[in-house]
Structure formats: structure tokens, C-alpha cells
């Protein structure tokens, strides 16, 4: 699980059978200090987080083999919403 | 899921029995930078199976790690990147300031 700040959307028209009706985000991966950590990541939202929203990701497919089926390829799914961290991401240390 | 972009395709003309009918794509998969700039790609380049035919130059999106090879479940096949979704429209918009750390510099003292 990480922290991870939503950065855009994605539509998808053609894709594995299992991940339709899914709402496509995109994240960015926090480090301590607020910026950003490797790749941008596809996750699937089922809970509307929005553009700019700091999200909590599980890297675990039970989440969306929940909401899906058993063969889904896909593992990041937003977990929740985040109400506040502290120490805030940025903060000075 | 990390975002790629198509640059080909792989045949194998000795294979594993398991990845029979398994079409291979090359991917290069999409940096933050390079996505921002409107240019993307800039990752190291990677072979991924897939089962939606994208061309080449499009970008998809694909799984990594045991989950990909996923979609045969309950066989067991050895693959470990995965074409999940081809991308239709992207709308990619991270904060123009990078959040700083806002640490204290520490004067140089004159020896």
C-alpha cells in the first residue's frame, strides 16, 4: 500500500474482458517529502476519488479479483481517500 | 498497471508449450517527464503477452508481476507483463510546481 497523488483520467475502449466498468485513474506515487516516485500508474477507482485527490493504493489483486473476476491481470486499486497525514507530504522535517 | 507505449512485436519459433497462440508486444513504457511533455515513452523497453492486437505507436497500459498471466487462470503460463487495456483518451494533468521539500540549507562556513 501506498500513498499516491492522482495526476488524470484514462478511457479505455478495448481491454481485458474483466476490467469493464471501471473507472481508470492515473497516480503518481509519493515520497516523504511530497514529490513524486517512479512511473506513472493506471489504478482502478471504485470509490471517486477525483484529479488532485491523495489516495491510498493497495498493490494487492484481491481487491479487484473482489469486484471482478478471478482472472483480472490488474492489481492497483485506489483503497480510500486520504482526510490527512501527518506529518503532511512536503512538511518541512 | 504502468503505461507503455507499442514499438513492435516479438515471433518465437521455438516456444514453451504453455505459450503457444501467445502474441508478444514490445513496449516502452512511459515516464512521468516524457508524459507530461507530450513525447511519451523513456522507459527501458520490455516484451509484454498480449490478447487486444494494439498497433504500433499506441499506447496500453499493462500489468506486471504474477498477476499478468492472470487471464489463464487457472493455467499456469509463464508470463510476467500483460497487455490489459489499450488507451482510448488520456488526460494527464500533475501539478506544474513540484511539491519541494522544505528543508533548511545549512551555510557554508569559510575555512
Same mark, same amino acid.
Given at each position: 500500500m501506498y500513498l499516491a /497523488?492522482?495526476?488524470g483520467t484514462l478511457t479505455s475502449t478495448i481491454k481485458h474482458e474483466t476490467l469493464g466498468g471501471f473507472r481508470f485513474l492515473i497516480a503518481q506515487r509519493l515520497e516523504g517529502d511530497g514529490s513524486g516516485s517512479g512511473e506513472p500508474q493506471v489504478v482502478i477507482d471504485m470509490i471517486g476519488a477525483r484529479v488532485g485527490s491523495l489516495v491510498l493504493v493497495t498493490t494487492d489483486n484481491e481487491a479487484v479479483r473482489k469486484a471482478s473476476k478471478n482472472t483480472t491481470p490488474v492489481r492497483l486499486a485506489v483503497m480510500g481517500i486520504v482526510d490527512s497525514v501527518y506529518p503532511e507530504p512536503g512538511a518541512a522535517a | 498497471m504502468r503505461l507503455g507505449v507499442v514499438r513492435g512485436t516479438v515471433v518465437l519459433s521455438?516456444? @514453451?508449450?504453455?505459450l503457444a497462440g501467445v502474441r508478444l508486444v514490445i513496449l516502452e513504457p512511459v515516464t512521468a517527464e516524457r @508524459? %507530461? %511533455?507530450g513525447n511519451p515513452g523513456g522507459g527501458k523497453c520490455l516484451i509484454a503477452a498480449d490478447q487486444l492486437g494494439p498497433g504500433i505507436g499506441q499506447m496500453v497500459g499493462f500489468a506486471e508481476g504474477r498477476t499478468a498471466a492472470s487471464p489463464w487462470y487457472p493455467n499456469d503460463i509463464p508470463v510476467d507483463a500483460y497487455c490489459c487495456l489499450i488507451v482510448e483518451n488520456l488526460d494527464y494533468t500533475p501539478p506544474k510546481v513540484a511539491a519541494k521539500p522544505n528543508v533548511r540549507k545549512t551555510k557554508k562556513? /569559510?575555512?
Open positions: /497523488r492522482i495526476d | 521455438h516456444a @514453451l508449450p504453455t @508524459l %507530461a %511533455a562556513v /569559510r575555512q
